[in-house]
């Protein structure tokens, strides 16, 4: 619709909507703008002839981000049923001026930064080296206000929360109005599957008139003063345009700024708005999007619930039911699930009569899954959450151009995934290496690389993989974000091989512990980062030098020990790493006796944890050259004195396992013996029993004497004592599998009948001197009478 100024013409949109977009691009075909003007980032003006690059596949998204911290960032998504996006695209192959004209996003993310509290600075401030986290804004390309809090402010009355909501959601205010369940359901009805819309944008500016003049001002301050700032600089940028002589502008923004562009104040008014602003350096590209981002569920602001729907909508504009229903039919049967024809027929016609029964000229999105839900469902929604997920919101993952600018960092990754021929999907795939095969080999440092430069491409699901074998399984899905990711790593290097390297040398002097020294290790040997290693090893050696932290020393030997295996599949030289592995081993055997001594349950809790990673990490070095003095060390807790029970017992059991004394189990019964006597509180027998047990209960159902052991000093206790004990015990049996717990179980039954059995039979060979006394036994059935109520 024309302005007051008879040269601009405004188009009120929804972003992200197909009717919209399919409405303004006849527009423009009718009125042949000789410029158009869109509500989007002016940083990104050079970056528009991309759009009709051969490669350019939406959805993509321009990231803008603030050049010294890239977290500071905006993406400004695109469908190809965008709007926006139309726009650009008749524009340039109109060979016609398109700018963008919103609020430059340099203004915004400094207005962001000044605005954000004192107390969340630091956190702002975040640095490559932490955990990446999601993105710190995501705007459409001239968002719209996004719902305020104050829809949910208990402290106001509920008719103002209501007035409210008109400004932060006017068309879900309009929906409503118009009887509809929500905005989106309304919005789609007339205006999404409209295949005329020439006088559209008139009745949209009119709506939005009457909406503006019924909306309360914000509370927010700064909400209201970011949405005014952003309206003088949209009308800034048209009335340049009018002085450069351009006679038929094309001015596309969101449907809630077109009454403030429609009559607009002085220039005086909006430069004064403008001025003094505060301003950050800023650098743009474009990034391959995804519709689960593009979706309102996603938590973006001017996200749309349906996205796939909304393409289907594009490309069929007769909105084809049949060929809809088809889709359907194909995921169910693709996922096994019972969906005929005859199904996919009565869908057709239930979703026709529903919109009859409802007047509207055509089936919607909601018609459509209710069908679905009752002829396909049986009236569940649990086959339909795949069709919301596969056909409603989608999987497309866009693509960019190569002649997009990007770091080094990014064009080399790029590369890497070609000819790795590892595919870029924004859905969830298994991966599985085999590292015997150079290709596999060289895709398994590439991830390892990008876990450790905090870009999580893929994460290793089998637990065989970091214990030498020749397969790792990977759960791969590439998400939008990792673009900023990549771009914050990018100062560490210009390769992805450079940059790791650079930032686990970098770790490493920062590192304050052996036990994060020795991951950096871990994962600088996956990653095959050999110049690296050297540096970390040192740095490894040095502070376990000069430790005399034991624990510390025992929770560093185990990845080490883990890396020690990667050698010959990995065809990395680990032999730094037995060198230093060496020293530290030696010297946790000495120090661990004393190290033992005098611990509380919790610390013995975690010792029993270290010293069960130790011997599971020297049974796994090559050679056992370490396992002899290891099992010295053990003796030595297992008989020692003033060491906590739960220590002791675990000692005793791993040198059972192990069978390295000369008689194992008469070892391990004196030492039970001991530990469960009379002179020992029974809480340190218990302690003892949790920590010999060690999940473990076969050695009881396979050792009659241990059993034995076992069974008489449960007998032996008395019944404080019993009760004082049992929750341990119990915590200790619990630990057990099931099958475990039911044959010792039925063990027991077993052992009570032999041990009274097998008593009686000591007994008489004790006594097989002494003759059988009828006369005295007969003295006994008088009372044995009395006892079981038998006549005299």
């Not at 100024?5 to 423009?28: D, K, M, Q, T, Y």
């Not at 997920?389 to 989608?394: A, D, M, P, Y």
């Not at 990008?450 to 637990?463: H, I, M, N, S």
């Not at 000591?762 to 109520?789: H, K, N, S, T």
């Amino acid at each position: 619709m024309a302005s007051p100024a008879s040269n601009v013409h405004l188009f009120g949109i929804r972003h992200h909507g197909p009717g919209c977009a399919r409405s303004l691009a006849a527009a423009l075909s009718e009125l042949a703008p000789d410029c158009v003007l869109i509500e989007g980032p002016p940083e990104a003006d050079t970056l528009l002839p991309l759009v009709v690059e051969e490669g350019m596949t939406p959805p993509v998204a321009l990231l803008i981000y603030a050049a010294e911290n890239a977290r500071r960032s905006a993406f400004y998504p695109f469908a190809t049923f965008s709007p926006e996006w139309q726009a650009i695209r008749h524009a340039l192959q109109h060979q016609v001026p398109v700018r963008f004209m919103d609020l430059p996003v340099a203004h915004s993310l400094a207005l962001e930064h000044q605005e954000e509290p004192e107390t969340a600075a630091p956190e702002a401030e975040t640095t490559a080296a932490e955990e990446p986290t999601p993105v710190a804004q995501e705007q459409a390309a001239g968002e719209e206000t996004e719902p305020a809090d104050l829809e949910t402010d208990d402290s106001s009355p509920a008719e103002e929360r209501a007035d409210d909501t008109v400004r932060g959601d006017p068309l879900g205010w309009l929906g409503r109005a118009a009887g509809f369940g929500d905005g989106e359901e309304w919005w789609e009805h007339l205006v999404e599957q409209r295949h005329d819309g020439q006088d559209l944008f008139a009745a949209i500016e009119e709506a939005m008139t009457a909406v503006r003049a019924e909306a309360p001002a914000s509370k927010d301050d700064a909400e209201l003063r970011r949405e005014a700032l952003r309206e003088a600089h949209m009308r800034k940028t048209i009335r340049a345009a009018q002085k450069e002589g351009f006679q038929r502008i094309a001015v596309v923004c969101g449907a809630w700024h077109v009454p403030a562009l429609a009559k607009m104040p002085s220039a005086a008014f909006d430069n004064e708005l403008l001025k003094g602003l505060p301003k950050t350096k800023v650098e743009a590209t474009w990034v391959p999007w995804t519709y689960s981002r593009l979706a309102a569920e996603s938590g973006y602001g001017a996200g749309v619930d349906s996205p796939a729907w909304y393409e289907h909508l594009w490309l069929r504009q007769d909105a084809s039911l049949p060929r809809w229903f088809a889709r359907v039919g194909a995921v169910l049967r693709e996922a096994d699930l019972d969906c005929s024809s005859a199904h996919l027929i009565e869908c057709v016609r239930l979703s026709e009569t529903l919109a009859a029964m409802r007047q509207k000229p055509a089936p919607g999105l909601a018609e459509l899954m209710e069908a679905a839900r009752a002829i396909v469902g049986m009236g569940d929604d649990t086959a339909l959450r795949l069709v919301r997920q596969k056909l409603i919101i989608g999987e497309r993952l866009g693509s960019v151009p190569e002649s997009a600018p990007t770091v080094p960092l990014q064009r080399d990754l790029l590369k890497l995934q070609k000819s790795l021929r590892l595919k870029v999907s924004p859905t969830q795939e298994t991966l599985d290496l085999d590292l015997r095969k150079e290709n596999d080999l060289l895709r398994s440092h590439l991830l390892h690389r990008l876990r450790l430069l905090r870009v999580p491409w893929g994460e290793v699901t089998d637990a065989r993989s970091g214990k030498g074998t020749f397969h790792e399984l990977w759960r791969i899905q590439w998400k939008p974000e990792f673009a900023v990711a990549l771009i914050e790593a990018s100062p560490w290097g210009g390769t992805v091989e450079d940059a790791a390297a650079a930032f686990a040398r970098d770790q490493a002097a920062k590192a304050t512990d052996l036990p994060t020294l020795t991951t950096l290790v871990k994962e600088a040997l996956l990653a095959n980062l050999s110049a690296a290693l050297t540096a970390i090893v040192h740095e490894l050696e040095n502070r376990a030098a000069v430790t005399g932290d034991i624990s510390q020393l025992m929770g560093a030997v185990p990845p080490l020990a883990q890396v020690s295996r990667y050698g010959d599949v990995r065809k990395t030289d680990s032999a730094q790493v037995l060198h230093v592995l060496d020293g530290m081993l030696t010297r946790i055997c000495i120090g661990v006796p004393n190290a033992c001594a005098s611990l509380d349950d919790e610390a013995a809790g975690v010792m029993s944890r270290q010293i069960t990673a130790v011997h599971q990490a020297v049974k796994l070095l090559e050679g056992g050259s370490h396992l002899p003095s290891w099992l010295r060390a053990l003796t030595l807790v297992a008989d020692g004195h003033g060491i906590h029970g739960q220590v002791a017992g675990l000692c005793a059991r791993l040198l059972l396992d192990e069978k390295s004394e000369d008689d194992a189990v008469a070892a391990v019964s004196a030492r039970m013996s001991r530990a469960l006597s009379r002179g020992t509180p029974p809480e340190s027998g218990a302690a003892w029993l949790e920590g010999f047990l060690n999940q473990s209960g076969m050695v009881l159902l396979h050792d009659d004497v241990l059993f034995r052991l076992l069974d008489d000093w449960v007998r032996s206790l008395t019944a404080d004592h019993f009760t004082a004990i049992l929750p341990l015990v119990r915590r200790a049996f619990a630990l057990l599998a099931s099958a475990e717990r039911r044959q010792l179980g039925e063990r027991a039954r077993q052992h009570g009948g032999a041990a009274a059995g097998s008593a009686g039979s000591v007994d008489a060979g004790d006594g097989a001197d002494l003759a059988w006394d009828p006369e005295r036994a007969r003295l006994m059935v008088p009372v044995l009478r009395q006892i079981f109520g038998l006549p005299s």
